[in-house]
């Protein structure tokens, strides 16, 4: 049974509207210079099945839940044969308008045959673009029946190397340990260097830390919710809530991506208790019989 978890990603905010790329502004909550959103493995032109997993690729800035404010950061909206909406409006929510509120960063489409277009916009706490907009260029995707369609995900092969002596695992808390219900985690990293989501550099990753789940598929990307944390902005340690009772961790690198590398680089799974004092239970004493 999967749990719910949060994580807080404090980034520096940018302040200044100005016109993104529509020619339009956007609203009061401010993108910093170079954000950008993207699809990860779709292209312009693809062809696609009915029915297409689509991930969302965001570059510069962190995915945070609808409703929950915080600076240089946002939720993915996935446009649908639809043209750009008022950019210093609450974007619709309807067919054409999908909202990812929860944070998601990926998405199973069911499109009909036929010629469509998708386009991703992110959007503040309270569904209004920021200024500049920080959207992705439009593009057209094919539908064919399955049989007829080229696969939208990266093919197996594609995976970056690692160095053999790569290494990545838990500086603390240790296996085993006691802890509160908002531990800091730690993450080390070995032979191997830490490079923000979306930068493509020979050698690198970033973090993603897996809470009381198997791996993952690694030939795709690696999901993104409260069970599969992902640390795009080169974070190495986060603190996590968790709720009591007993929880286990594990670290995995990824590329630009989120797709782990060949062969992976994955740590030891570790155990943690997580108790009210985030110490262990105290032994209750019997009083002896006289």
């Keep these: 049974m999967r749990q719910t978890f949060w994580i807080a990603v404090v980034l520096v905010a940018q302040s200044g509207a100005v016109l993104g790329q529509s020619g339009q502004a956007g609203g009061p909550s401010a993108s910093p210079p170079g954000a950008a959103v993207y699809f990860i493995d779709l292209k312009n032109g693809a062809t696609i099945p009915p029915s297409s997993v689509v991930h969302f690729g965001l570059r510069g800035m962190g995915v945070t839940a609808a409703g929950l404010q915080k600076d240089n950061s946002g939720h993915h909206h996935l446009l649908i044969d639809t043209d750009l909406p008022k950019l210093n409006e609450p974007i619709p929510n309807d067919l054409n308008h999908l909202h990812f509120g929860a944070g998601q960063t990926e998405a199973t489409l069911d499109l009909p045959p036929g010629e469509h277009t998708l386009q991703l916009l992110l959007a503040d706490h309270k569904h209004i673009p920021h200024s500049p907009p920080v959207m992705s260029e439009r593009i057209k995707v094919m539908v064919k029946e399955a ?134 239970p105290r032994r209750k004493r019997h009083k002896r019989r006289r």
């Design 147 to 280: 049989g007829a369609a080229e696969p939208a995900t990266a093919q197996k092969g594609s995976r970056h190397p690692s160095p053999k002596d790569a290494k990545v695992y838990i500086v603390s808390p240790r296996d085993g340990s006691y802890v509160s219900r908002t531990p800091l985690i730690r993450f080390g990293l070995e032979n191997m260097g830490v490079a923000p989501a979306g930068f493509a550099k020979a050698n690198t990753g970033h973090h993603h830390l897996l809470i009381d789940m198997d791996l993952p598929p690694l030939d795709r990307p690696i999901p993104n919710d409260a069970n599969h944390l992902h640390f795009g902005a080169g974070q190495t340690e986060a603190k996590v809530s968790l709720p009591l009772g007993q929880h286990k961790l594990q670290l995995v690198l990824a590329d630009e991506n989120h797709v782990a590398h060949d062969p992976p680089v994955v740590s030891k799974p570790i155990t943690v208790n997580v108790t009210a004092s985030g110490q262990a």
